[in-house]
């Protein structure tokens, strides 16, 4: 979907996405160290809406966190951008990049939500049969994910941070 900035200019709707995400780098989203997310695969061109799954121990569907568009280059430049926000970050999302082929993707963090989401139980009896996201699903594919964060986004916000993009 398409509609107009601020500027008359067209901008893209975030498209709405479930991505799991281990807790501890999820408390780094609410750092200066927060800034990008980095992914061996993901959308290009649009910005996301990612509703995120905390695996275990956690094991709970509790915040969504906005992306702007990714950003596609070569690992090596993908870590010079993590270099950048974190020093000595690089080298890890260089190796971690490289494994699996040619680009990688740096997602700009813009804003966190957390909510007191979902448990892996809920989750189960919500979705009828649940399995954390591997990869990225998306929400409009899935009318039981699509009810899922809607309720989500419902609920109370519990914390919320804006992050100022670095490049």
């Known amino acids: 979907m398409v509609h107009e900035s601020l500027f008359g200019l067209p901008e893209l709707s975030p498209v709405?996405?479930?991505m799991?995400?281990?807790a501890q780098r999820y408390e780094r989203m609410w750092s200066v160290d927060g800034t990008h997310e980095f992914r061996r695969r993901f959308l290009t061109g649009v910005p996301a809406q990612w509703f995120v799954y905390l695996t275990r121990p956690e094991g709970r569907l509790c915040a969504v966190i906005d992306l702007g568009a990714a950003i596609v280059d070569t690992p090596r430049e993908i870590a010079r951008i993590a270099e950048r926000v974190s020093p000595g970050e690089g080298a890890l999302v260089e190796e971690y990049l490289a494994g699996d082929g040619e680009v990688g993707y740096a997602m700009p963090v813009?804003?966190?939500?957390?909510?007191s989401g979902f448990t892996d139980t809920e989750l189960d009896r919500m979705l009828d049969g649940f399995q954390p996201p591997e990869g990225h699903v998306l929400v409009d594919d899935h009318p039981g994910w699509r009810a899922v964060c809607d309720k989500l986004l419902s609920g109370a916000v519990l914390r919320e941070t804006t992050i100022s993009p670095v490049y």
Do not use: G, I, N, Q
């Open 20 to 22: 799991s995400l281990d």
């Open 16 to 18: 709405p996405v479930v």
């Open 110 to 115: 813009r804003r966190v939500r957390e909510f």
